[in-house]
T-cell receptor, first 110, second 112 residues
Framework: EDQVTQSPEALRLQEGESSSLNCSYT??????LFWYRQDPGKGPEFLFT???AGEEKEKERLKATLTKKESFLHITAPKPEDSATYLC???????????FGKGTLLTVNP | DVKVTQSSRYLVKRTGEKVFLECVQD?????MFWYRQDPGLGLRLIYF???????EKGDIPEGYSVSREKKERFSLILESASTNQTSMYLC???????????FGQGTRLTVV
């Protein structure tokens, strides 16, 4: 069973059409949850870190939230340049490694 | 800005060759990581290091080894490359503790 599950696998939006991406996790002792953006052929780019339930972070059109079982990445009025794969990762226990979900491929059409 | 630099963007090697992938970071990070990324499988951790000369196996260490002789440099070694090691390899680094990791641009390795 995957520890980190992202949904949907792919999402196609029209420019300006707001939506949310989901990251659910089953790890115990969550230390941190991380969101990354990855463009084709490039390394992941760090977006947000969330540490405790109820925490929220915002950057431009993106807002990340965290509950005890899942995180959401809300995208408000997206633009075509927001098209990318969005990755979620968790750290648990005393381990510093990041465990990643498989990502959500977001396409925003003009 | 944090900079994690991988020595090659694209690499083509023959089956059985010994392959070295190099990664250098300029932020004095203690932790360094090697992941591979494959379609449908996501990012999987191969090895990580939390200090010079220290290393720990990740989820898929078979067929790989690593070296960290200096704090800023972390090398991934494929002892005898095989076609199933064709993949995108990503290096990352972070400060000790529960903090974000920063990634390099990736090395697309093809083993023929």
């Amino acid at each position: 069973e995957d520890q980190v599950t992202q949904s949907p696998e792919a999402l196609r939006l029209q420019e300006g059409e707001s939506s949310s991406l989901n990251c659910s996790y089953t790890v115990s002792g969550l230390r941190g949850l991380f969101w990354y953006r990855q463009d084709p052929g490039k390394g992941p780019e760090f977006l947000f870190t969330l540490y405790s339930a109820g925490e929220e972070k915002e950057k431009e059109r993106l807002k990340a939230t965290l509950t005890k079982k899942e995180s959401f990445l809300h995208i408000t009025a997206p633009k075509p340049e927001d098209s990318a794969t969005y990755l979620c990762a968790v750290q648990e226990g005393s381990n510093y490694k990041l465990t990643f979900g498989k990502g959500t491929l977001l396409t925003v059409n003009p | 800005d944090v900079k994690v630099t991988q020595s090659s963007r694209y690499l083509v090697k023959r089956t059985g060759e010994k392959v070295f992938l190099e990664c250098v970071q300029d932020m004095d990070h203690e932790n360094m990581f090697w992941y591979r990324q494959d379609p449908g499988l996501g990012l999987r951790l191969i090895y990580f290091s939390y200090d010079v000369k220290m290393k720990e196996k990740g989820d898929i260490p078979e067929g790989y080894s690593v070296s960290r002789e200096k704090k800023e440099r972390f090398s991934l070694i494929l002892e005898s490359a095989s076609t199933n090691q064709t993949s995108m390899y990503l290096c990352a680094s972070s400060f000790v503790g529960y903090t974000e990791a920063f990634f390099g641009q990736g090395t697309r390795l093809t083993v023929v």
